[in-house]
């Protein structure tokens, strides 16, 4: 499950719906879901690193970004 807009997630689903779909319960929530091992895991690291950045508090970012 990543966090995505509405037409993001339309767009995925669209292009590759093997892969992403949506469950009616979460239709209403800006999130997508995946089927496991059909995923590429490049796609998946630099996702969940670029949400993890958007909600990560600013001094863990000037730490990781110190690295």
Known sequence: MFKTCHDEREMLMAADPATFFLHPHYA???????????IDPAWARVRLLQQWREAAPKRFLKHWDAR
């Open 28 to 38: 209403p929530h800006n999130l997508v879901l995946v089927r496991g091992g059909r």
